[in-house]
């Protein structure tokens, strides 16, 4: 996989097709693996970033086989167009009877996902965030939902 120049203007979205995806930019960055799909995002999900988030989902859905897993531990911001992405992945998912699987889900994603119903789609489990008192051990716990994943 080659490197994308860092940049503020733009991101663009290198794709290898047997490897995965890169995103960089000031405000994201997007590392993603085909096989199995596996994404890490680190930064904001938001008007600016959206267009190259939602094409390296697309990527990962289209050239991944199995659950897709996306790790969201150093997500700092996402807007509802962004929830809307993962939403409609997870339905996509659906149809091809594989999971979406959010890892690592901060609490008031959770929540939030809860209030907009969308936490009750068929397909997408959120692995919450381990929260309480001590050091955070980087194990996921189940979030709260109604039925069983």
């Not at 097709?17 to 596996?38: I, K, Q």
């Not at 988030?53 to 509802?80: C, H, N, P, Q």
Request: some cysteine.
């Amino acid at each position: 996989m080659t490197t994308a120049p860092v940049g503020t203007a733009s991101l663009a979205l290198e794709r290898n097709p047997v490897e995965g995806v890169r995103v960089r930019s000031a405000l994201l960055r997007l590392d993603g693996v085909f096989e199995p799909p596996y994404l890490v995002v680190d930064g904001e999900i938001d008007i600016s970033t959206l267009a190259p988030f939602t094409a390296a989902l697309s990527s990962m859905l289209e050239r991944g086989s199995g659950d897709v897993w996306i790790d969201v531990e150093k997500l700092g911001f996402i807007d509802v167009g962004g929830l809307r992405a993962l939403a409609a992945a997870a339905c996509r998912l659906q149809i091809q009877d594989r999971r979406l699987v959010l890892r690592s889900v901060a609490p008031h994603l959770v929540k939030l996902m809860d209030l907009v119903g969308w936490s009750q789609i068929p397909n997408l489990l959120m692995l919450a965030r381990e929260t309480g008192p001590g050091p955070v051990t980087g194990v996921d716990e189940p979030a709260r939902r109604s039925r069983t994943a």
